[in-house]
């Protein structure tokens, strides 16, 4: 039975006719043979890796995960129930107990289980630069990018191929990427004329490798994929408003091979509009897409917010999805440069200029905006650890931001913006160090909305941000210029 014929016979039940239009409508399908996997039963096991895809609604603030289960040279949807997590790509897992319904592999999240151990990198202070060829953001980055429309598509184009190589490869992308990580990584690649597929737009019908279009101009053209490590499609249409990625790069099956590669995709749709931000790269929100996008395929999550009523880390306090608004990985109102943290998982920061704070006294950052010194002189983020009897954690990182390139939005008269030191909270995935989060904190909170407190939320002069649960003390602000900051850091026994 088809779906179409399964939601005729359910819509008078309108609750399960829902859950299965969540199921059949908003998920896309990417089973190829679903018959191979049809012959299990709950009791069988398979065994396979899992991609995850970060879905970035941007007009809706709203983003969740998609996952694609790989095994013996096939792809699937994969439907975990229950926690919402993200999967390494560079891990096995077995899947112990699972139901193929319409097109995808459902099972409790609970019976996804590692079964190849990896090293956990960086936690609590481990900097060993990564070997894993799933995450690599260093040096050069080739992307393969693909014009695709559709036959409901504008007309006429909103760019031309040109105008995409040369923001890509000798423009503002190009320019962004490698300020932001002080020349450690630049973008390379080709871009391919504009592929017409032979249907209409649609947001759960996703274009891929083995859109027939798009594998025929593959193979037509002799395209040895081994030659990229990342596919950017770029998609016209007037709904295509949004993004999506894969975190990190993952196992892509194509012709009978396999590829170690990210898939990202970026609508067209904001071509032109531009994001009011001062900024030395003017930037659309179609650029925002693509480099947000990419920072995902790099290998890093959403840059978020901790808002808490009249106290910075306790009390009534909500997350907020893409809300620093100093950050790419969030929505970059102020600035643009991604935040500390991220680019020390990135390895844009290196070992040398990290500084480890484990005892109380005072400390120093240079502003994240200016070049890496050669050596361990200049540090461009301050990680706090705490000591406990499971091990270190580290609950908060800090970094130093000045009116500087990318951020010159920041210390803006008209904007009412601070820059100083800012502070982050920071969840770390034990299983995955890549998807940790970090959320910025605004240190002086009031009653404002999230938009106007986080202005001048860093820490400056006399202010300081007092963690009592866990006795943390930062600040005062000791000295400021317009390169560098000192500022104290005590260790107290919480109450």
């Known amino acids: 039975m088809n779906q179409k014929s399964i939601m005729k016979v359910l819509v008078p039940n309108s609750l399960t006719f829902f859950m299965l239009f969540l199921v059949l409508v908003l998920s896309p399908v990417y089973a190829k043979d679903l018959d ?60 112990d107990g699972y139901d193929v319904v319409d097109d995808q592999i459902k099972v409790d999240v609970k019976n996804i289980k590692k079964t190849q151990e990896k090293e956990n990198l960086l936690i609590a202070g481990n900097n060993a630069e990564s070997s894993s060829p799933y995450f690599n953001a260093l040096g050069e980055q080739k992307l393969l990018v693909f014009l695709v429309d559709f036959l409901n598509s504008t007309k006429p184009k909103p760019f031309k191929k040109i105008d995409i190589e040369t923001m890509l490869f000798n423009g503002k992308q190009q320019d962004f990427f490698k300020e932001q990580s002080y020349n450690r990584m630049w973008l390379s690649g080709t871009v391919t004329p504009w592929i017409t597929l032979n249907r209409n737009f649609d947001d759960n019908n996703w274009v891929t490798l083995d859109s027939k279009k798009i594998k025929d101009y593959i193979l037509i053209n002799n395209i040895n994929l081994a030659d990229y490590g990342r596919i950017l499609f770029i998609v016209d249409h007037p709904s295509a408003t949004g993004g999506y990625s894969y975190v990190g790069k993952g196992d892509v099956f194509f012709e009978g091979k ?73 929505y970059p109102n102020f600035s643009f440069h991604f935040n500390a943290f991220y680019k020390n998982i990135l390895k844009w920061i290196p070992a040398r200029a990290v500084e480890e704070i484990r005892s109380s006294g005072r400390y120093s950052l240079s502003a994240l905006e200016t070049s890496l010194a050669p050596d361990t002189s200049s540090k461009k ?27 010159k939005g920041i210390s803006s008269p008209d904007m009412n913006l601070k820059g100083g030191l800012f502070v982050h909270k920071i969840n770390i995935d034990t299983e ?62 919480p109450n």
């Not at 006399?462 to 850091?489: A, H, Q, S, T, Y």
């Open 36 to 95: 191979v996997l049809k012959e299990f039963s709950a009791d069988k096991v398979i065994t396979g890796k899992i991609n995850t895809i970060h879905i970035d609604k941007f007009e809706r603030k709203e983003s969740h995960y998609k996952y694609r289960f790989l095994t013996e040279g096939i792809e699937y949807d994969l439907l975990p129930i229950g926690k919402n997590i993200s999967f390494s790509p560079d891990t096995t897992f077995t899947i």
């Open 258 to 330: 396999n590829y170690i590669l990210s898939q990202s995709w970026a609508g067209s749709s904001l071509y032109g509009r531009s994001i009011q931000v001062q900024t030395e790269i003017p930037f659309s929100y179609f650029d925002y897409t693509i480099s947000h996008e990419l920072g995902h395929a790099f290998g890093v999550m959403h840059a978020n917010g901790w808002d808490c009523s009249l106290s910075s880390v306790d009390g009534v306090c909500e997350h907020l999805e893409y809300e620093n608004n100093f950050d790419t990985m969030g």
């Open 381 to 407: 983020i301050a990680k706090i650890f705490l000591s406990g009897p499971t091990g270190e954690t580290m609950p908060y990182a800090l970094e130093f931001r000045k009116s500087i390139g990318l951020d």
């Open 432 to 493: 995955n160090y890549h998807f940790s989060s970090p959320e910025i904190i605004d240190t002086t909170p009031s009653i404002k909305v999230w938009y106007d407190d986080i202005r001048d939320g860093s820490l400056r002069k006399d202010n300081v941000f007092i963690d009592k649960e866990k006795g943390i003390k930062i600040g005062p602000i000791l000295f400021e210029d317009g390169k560098r900051v000192e500022f104290m850091v005590e260790y107290f026994i």
